[in-house]
Antibody
């Protein structure tokens, strides 16, 4: 069973860049899966951010596309999220998740990122 | 972009009863493979319950069932257990690759 663990700064200043890493254990990131980021503002619903494949291919939510970069590091079995020009609206719990055929079947525990000065 | 609307927003039931949760999509979902349901408890990540509209994920009890087609989908939870009280989200996949979630239904005692 694949396990995922997010890590990164819990506080980001407005207009800065949010950077998170998701470490994959119990399986190879080079398997034929897509690796995703999803976020959830406090008390609200889920928003898909985007996904990457070990080949380097990516797909992004059109609403965030101009600010998001997701990349994979096969040597470390991890993938990362960068979201630039952040505002308070980007404050949320950020989850990484594994795609398992049109659904997200394994999730990290989530990490809270607050955008504040 | 397909919009998913879940109803009701909150459902109040008692253990032993049956919960019926609805998910309506703004456009017809092109494949039954593309519709999934998740359960989320406070402070926890979502957990996959149902995929492919009606297939239970590994370890999910048969009290949980999914059905539907086109624009109307349903999650039914029979014989509610105390641990079933949570928030439930439907999710659809569309091409170009994109996942969209409903706003959630809170199932409360």
């Amino acid at each position: 069973q694949v396990q995922l663990q997010e890590s990164g700064p819990g506080l980001v200043t407005p207009s800065g860049t949010l950077s998170l890493i998701c470490v994959v254990s119990g399986g190879s990131i080079s398997n034929n899966n897509w690796w995703n980021w999803v976020r959830q503002p406090q008390g609200k619903g889920l928003e898909w951010i985007g996904e990457t494949h070990h080949s380097g291919s990516t797909n992004y939510n059109p609403s965030l596309k101009t600010r998001v970069t997701i990349s994979v590091d096969k040597s470390k079995n991890q993938f990362s999220l960068n979201l630039n020009s952040v505002t308070a609206a980007d404050t949320a719990v950020y989850y990484c998740a594994k795609e398992g055929g049109y659904r997200l079947d394994s999730w990290g525990q989530g990490t809270l990122v607050t955008v504040s000065s | 972009e397909i919009v998913l609307t879940q109803s009701p927003g909150t459902l109040s039931l008692s253990p032993g009863e049956t919960a019926t949760l609805s998910c309506r999509t703004s456009q017809s979902v092109s494949s039954s493979d593309y519709l999934a349901w998740y359960q989320q408890k406070p402070g926890q990540a979502p957990r996959l319950l149902i995929y492919g509209t009606s297939i239970r994920a590994t370890g999910i009890p048969d009290r949980f069932s999914g059905s539907g087609s086109g624009t109307d989908f349903t999650l039914t939870i029979s014989r509610l257990e105390p641990e079933d009280f949570a928030v439930y989200y439907c999710q659809q996949y569309e091409k170009p690759p994109r996942y969209t979630f409903g706003q959630g239904t809170k199932l409360e005692i």
